[in-house]
């Protein structure tokens, strides 16, 4: 009698452990068929507030730009006078500004077709090319270009009066990180640029010296 009580008293214990191991591993089963893994996240980017201030470099034209952007001459070997480069040293973006004087050896209408053969280089890798214009409220109409895609320009415009000036940007990210995740750097300038094109003035050359 004794001996089947010890067996009986073994067996339970035996039983007791198993279940008890079943229901772990169930548990651990139950938590990995319902595990997804989380989407890959991004670099927080820490954007400053929107502040301006007037362009101080001698050029035939002026307008406000971000305080957080430095100004740089194009230093490029097809470089002319009153290009520009507007950097954004924390967000590795820039602006590139081309200047024309119209007339020179080419016409308005030909500046333009120019700015939509460089626009049209980004078509391949573009998803979308949008155009539009604005009117500033100083009376002047500028076209602006968003470009969708991995692309190496999200964003161009230019500027005229049709008759003296031409003044043309392009927006560039000095950084491999893929367009979807700039977004809001992007939108962020973009508000910049249309800033600079509302305050955008025509300079003579007395007032320029």
């Known amino acids: 009698m004794t001996q089947t009580t010890n067996w009986n008293k073994g067996t339970l214990l035996a039983f007791f452990v198993f279940t008890s191991m079943l229901g ?12 997804s893994p989380k989407p890959k996240g991004y ?11 007037k362009l101080k470099e001698k050029a035939p034209y002026t307008f406000e730009l971000s305080s957080y952007a430095k100004v740089r001459p194009d ?23 081309t200047y024309k ?18 626009l049209n ?12 214009t604005i009117k500033t409220p ?4 500028a076209a602006l270009f968003e470009l969708s895609g991995e692309v190496p320009s999200q964003f161009q ?9 031409f003044l043309r940007g392009a927006l560039y990210f000095r950084t491999a990180t893929k367009n979807d995740s700039l977004k809001p750097v992007i939108e962020f300038i973009k508000k910049d640029i249309i800033h600079m094109l509302n305050t955008c003035e025509w300079v ?6």
């Open 24 to 35: 772990v591993l169930a548990a651990c089963g139950s938590e990995t068929s319902e595990y």
């Open 43 to 53: 670099n927080r980017i820490d954007l400053p507030k929107n502040k301006y201030v």
């Open 75 to 97: 230093s490029s070997r097809i470089a002319e006078p009153y290009w520009f480069h507007v950097i954004y040293p924390q967000l590795k973006a820039e602006i590139q500004l």
């Open 101 to 118: 004087k119209v007339p020179n050896n080419k016409t308005f209408d030909e500046f333009i077709e120019d700015s939509h053969m460089l």
């Open 121 to 132: 280089k980004h078509q391949e890798r573009a998803y979308s090319i949008d155009p539009y």
């Open 138 to 141: 100083k009376g002047k109409t």
């Open 157 to 165: 415009f230019y500027i005229s009066d049709s008759t003296k000036h």
């Open 204 to 209: 003579d050359k007395a007032r320029q010296e």
